[in-house]
């Protein structure tokens, strides 16, 4: 057996970390800062108040939060034009955040629009700006990884990869997280729940992902729960949050899969969370999936406390009932058949996604896949 696994960045784990990030700065030799932060944060006062470290240290500092739900090309773009000057960016949020702040970081360094690199169309430039990252969802993993996601003027998700677009530093603090809402941590967590998995189980999966994805399995199989039930449970976070952090480091080692393919193909036709669109897609495939019946996928149901591939459709549902997912679409897909997202899963951007799944994807599979997802109530 042969493989690689690419570059993890220095990550700090504990709670009230975000005091420090004056000070990390600081040590990353940085004069002057673009926070790149979620408007809620920044209306709460945390914008300001890493503003006030900064200038503790000695470090001018500018911020960007006019952004909201998905990444989008024009919010990458307005956030470059803040970035440009500065050497350091500063991510801070979930993964909307830390995604536009790793690609305004490697735009800023070159001067090329974003479109310049989507689906690796060019070469990142080698020197991009240093990056502290915060995030304060679990979910995601974006703190860790080489993946970004943004959508295209015309609303399709493109992504950009490479190592450059990593953190210098990566900060997980859980008193961060504990405010974020009960279903946003049942979304994000899920997100991350399946992340994991799908590393694990994927074409492209090996024993160095693996390490990573089966820890992010254990975690989140026995925190999520408690997390969304006690928001104020930090051990909980914290639980949650690293098993996030190693289902990114998975994933930037093994992909995705087929759970994948079709969040982004929903995200294609309507604005969803993303969080809730591969839940939704996980369920929908999970019993299909396990009829492959391989090591791997009796490896991943071991690590979440079962003990065989064929427990995983009943302990998925299972763990969604109890952290409160509704089984529903956006109300704005109340205008889109199956024929639409069946269309949306064959387009070429989610390809890779559908290739790596471990079984093979019939055009036939992905039919019956659609009609399952567009079967669901459109009442969110």
């Known amino acids: 057996m042969q493989f690689t696994t690419s ?21 990353l030799g940085a004069g002057r800062v673009a926070i790149v932060i979620d408007g809620f944060l920044a209306q709460a006062g945390l914008a300001d108040a890493i503003a006030a470290q900064l200038s503790g240290e000695g470090i001018e500092s500018r911020t960007f939060s006019a952004f909201s739900g998905e990444p989008k090309l024009k919010h990458v773009r307005e956030a470059a034009a803040v970035v440009t000057g500065c050497d350091l960016v500063i991510g801070i949020g979930g993964g909307s955040a830390l995604d536009i702040a790793k690609i305004a970081a490697c ?17 990142l430039p080698a020197n991009p700006l240093k990056k502290i990252l915060v995030a304060t969802t679990a979910g995601t ?8 996601i943004f959508a295209n003027a015309e609303g399709r998700k493109l992504w950009i990869w490479g190592r450059e677009t990593k953190a210098d530093l990566v900060l997980l603090d859980p008193v961060l997280t504990a405010t974020l809402p009960a279903t946003l941590t049942a979304w994000c967590g899920l997100d991350a729940f399946i992340h994991a998995f799908e590393a694990a189980t994927n074409r492209n999966t090996h024993a160095g992902g693996q ?19 006690e928001p104020g449970n930090l051990d ?15 994933i930037d080692n093994c992909g995705t899969a087929v759970a994948h393919n079709i969040s982004h193909a929903l995200a294609g036709l309507a604005p969803v969370h993303h969080g809730l669109a591969t839940a939704l897609g996980f369920e929908a495939t999970i019993g299909w999936l396990v009829e492959a019946d391989t090591p791997d996928l009796h490896a991943a149901a071991q690590a979440c406390g079962i003990g065989s591939a064929t427990e995983l459709p009943a302990f998925v549902s299972g763990l969604m009932d109890r952290v409160g997912l509704e089984r529903a679409l956006p109300a704005a897909f109340a205008g889109y058949d199956a024929a639409a997202l069946a269309g949306e899963m064959r387009a070429p951007e989610n390809q890779p996604m559908r290739r ?4 093979e994807i019939s055009d036939a599979d992905i039919d019956v896949f659609a009609r399952r997802i567009m079967a669901l109530p459109k009442t969110l």
């Open 211 to 229: 390490f990573y994805a089966h820890e992010a399995l254990r975690l989140l199989s026995g925190a999520l729960e408690i997390a969304v039930r």
């Open 356 to 359: 790596s799944t471990i079984r």
């Open 236 to 250: 909980a976070r914290g639980k949650v949050l690293l098993g996030s952090c190693h289902a990114g480091i998975a």
């Open 7 to 27: 570059f993890v960045p220095e990550i700090r784990f504990g709670n009230h970390l975000h005091a420090t990030i004056g000070k990390a700065a600081k040590e």
């Open 107 to 123: 735009c800023a360094a070159s001067g090329e629009d974003a479109m310049h690199y989507a689906l690796a169309a060019n070469p």
């Open 141 to 148: 993993g974006s703190e860790t990884s080489a993946t970004n």
